[in-house]
Nanobody
Framework: VQLVESGGGSVQVGGSLRLSCVASGDTIGRYCVGWFRQAPGKEREEVAAVNTATGNTYYAESLKGRVTVSRDNSNNTVYLQMSSLEPEDTAMYYC?????????????????WGQGTQVTVS
C-alpha cells in the first residue's frame, strides 16, 4: 500500500489543522493506520492510530483531547484533526500502516510510510 499525506501548513498558536492520509494500491480497511511526528533533532513519536476495520482509536496520552483520528474507508483515507495547536506541535507528520494495531506506539514496526507533511505552529 502507498500512503500520501496532505493538509500540513503554517498555523497560529491555538489554531487547527486536519491532515489526510490517502492510501492506494490496497484497501485501507485492512490496516492499522498510525500518525507519527518528528521534530528536528528529536525521536519520531506516536500521535494516534486507528484500526480501520473496527474503528477503534488510540491516542498518545499527552495529546488526548487535542487530536482526533478518523477514517473514511470508502475513500481509502485516514484523517488527523488537530486543535489548540502549540509551537511544540511543530514537526513533520507521517502516516504509516501495518496489519493490526498491537504495539501501535512503536513506529519501527510499521511497514508502510508516507512522505510526511510539515506542520509549523507559531
Amino acid at each position: 500500500v502507498q500512503l500520501v499525506e496532505s493538509g500540513g501548513g503554517s498555523v497560529q498558536v491555538g489554531g487547527s489543522l486536519r491532515l489526510s492520509c490517502v492510501a492506494s494500491g490496497d484497501t485501507i480497511g485492512r490496516y492499522c493506520v498510525g500518525w507519527f511526528r518528528q521534530a528536528p533533532g528529536k525521536e519520531r513519536e506516536e500521535v494516534a492510530a486507528v484500526n480501520t476495520a473496527t474503528g477503534n482509536t488510540y491516542y498518545a496520552e499527552s495529546l488526548k483531547g487535542r487530536v482526533t483520528v478518523s477514517r473514511d474507508n470508502s475513500n481509502n483515507t485516514v484523517y488527523l484533526q488537530m486543535s489548540s495547536l502549540e509551537p511544540e506541535d511543530t514537526a513533520m507528520y507521517y502516516c504509516a500502516a501495518k496489519r493490526g494495531c498491537s504495539s501501535w506506539k512503536t513506529y519501527r514496526i510499521f511497514d508502510y510510510w508516507g512522505q510526511g507533511t510539515q506542520v509549523t505552529v507559531s
